[in-house]
Nanobody, 119 residues
Framework: QVHLVESGGGLVQPGGSLRLTCTASGSIRRPYYMGWYRQAPEKARELVAKIRSNIGTTNYGSFLEGRFTISREDADNTVTVYLQMSDLKPDDTAVYYC??????????WGQGTQITVSS
């Protein structure tokens, strides 16, 4: 069993920055991808960023234009992923979900954290 804990959402003004943190603990199968997806009202869930275990390959949503950076800390039974977000725009307003997706076995989702970009 794997447990995901998210933190770091909130209200920010346009142009501001936030950092999201997600910690996975438990029986984490490797290799995996871990990262963030988001879902705005009446829109489909989309990839924001993800990072692969071991080699650290990253993938980003095409809409980001270099504004976000994902990083990872990996221990035996825990993995923490950080999403540093800068130059936030109103279109970034959404619920952000942490995702752990092992290459083998079930994927796991966090409960989601709201980010609102508004003046």
């Amino acid at each position: 069993q794997v447990h995901l804990v998210e933190s770091g959402g909130g209200l920010v003004q346009p142009g501001g920055s936030l950092r999201l943190t997600c910690t996975a603990s438990g029986s984490i199968r490797r290799p995996y991808y871990m990262g963030w997806y988001r879902q705005a009202p009446e829109k489909a869930r989309e990839l924001v960023a993800k990072i692969r275990s071991n080699i650290g390959t990253t993938n980003y949503g095409s809409f980001l234009e270099g504004r976000f950076t994902i990083s990872r800390e990996d221990a035996d039974n825990t993995v923490t992923v950080y999403l540093q977000m800068s130059d936030l725009k109103p279109d970034d307003t959404a619920v952000y979900y942490c995702n752990l997706n092992p290459f083998a076995g079930a994927a796991y989702w966090g409960q989601g954290t709201q980010i609102t970009v508004s003046s």
